[in-house]
Antibody, heavy 117, light 112 residues
Framework: EVHLAESGGGLVQPGGSLRLSCAAS????????MHWVRQAPGKGLVWVSR????????DYADSVKGRFTISRDNAKNTLYLQMNGLRVEDTAVYFC??????????WGQGTLVTVSS | DIVMTQSPLSLPVTPGEPASISCRSS???????????MAWYLQKPGQSPQVLIY???NRASGVPDRFSGSVSGTDFTLKISRVEAEDVGIYYC?????????FGQGTKLEIK
């Protein structure tokens, strides 16, 4: 069974950093593009970033470009999101996802990031 | 950025009755490989989104056959033939043709 499990969320002050992780199991992790999507409290879904299978190609939403870095370790079946320069507006549940819009589309349960002083 | 516009935003439905949600994209979502990079998701209360329809009109594995997706140019429709109580939640359309991927505003389906 495919399973994606996010971790690393928590409370951080504005300007601080966090690293989110997404542990994948039940499939060939290195074969799929991976994504981060976030959802602010009571709001809709917003795509954040994606990474290709070997980690060499990445894309970001303008709102996080230059502050967030997506990466993956295919040997550890893990996706990461390094978040620096956090802002209050980055407060959200962060979901990792596989193959968005495709046949093997799957999402994790999410991890909450709260940016507040 | 590609804009995805959903309607209605609120959808009260009587169990057993059909329901339909529309999504319009600001540009055609057909890739040069012929695939339509668009999906429908349902986010049930307190849960993460789950895919219902992928690549425009394909029903995802495990999704009941009362759900169907159709495409006509830049217009996408999700239909539920007979709504059940377990179908409550927020439905989103999403385009994945180009980054940034973008979502519709969401349609909240509730049971009358």
């Amino acid at each position: 069974e495919v399973h994606l499990a996010e971790s690393g969320g928590g409370l951080v002050q504005p300007g601080g950093s966090l690293r989110l992780s997404c542990a994948a199991s039940g499939y060939s992790f290195s074969s799929y593009w991976m994504h981060w999507v976030r959802q602010a409290p009571g709001k809709g879904l917003v795509w954040v970033s994606r990474i290709n299978t070997d980690g060499r190609t990445t894309d970001y939403a303008d709102s996080v470009k230059g502050r967030f870095t997506i990466s993956r370790d295919n040997a550890k079946n893990t996706l990461y999101l390094q978040m620096n320069g956090l802002r209050v507006e980055d407060t959200a549940v962060y979901f990792c996802g596989r193959d968005l819009s495709g046949e093997y589309d799957n999402w994790g349960q999410g991890t909450l990031v709260t940016v507040s002083s | 950025d590609i804009v995805m516009t959903q309607s209605p935003l609120s959808l009260p439905v009587t169990p057993g009755e059909p329901a339909s949600i529309s999504c319009r994209s600001s540009q055609v979502l057909v890739h040069s490989n012929g695939k339509i990079f668009m999906a429908w998701y349902l986010q049930k209360p307190g849960q993460s989104p789950q895919v219902l329809i992928y690549l425009g009109f394909n029903r995802a594995s495990g999704v009941p056959d009362r759900f169907s997706g159709s495409v006509s140019g830049t217009d996408f429709t999700l239909k539920i033939s007979r709504v059940e109580a377990e179908d409550v939640g927020i439905y989103y359309c999403m385009q994945a043709l180009q980054t940034p991927y973008t979502f519709g505003q969401g349609t909240k389906l509730e049971i009358k």
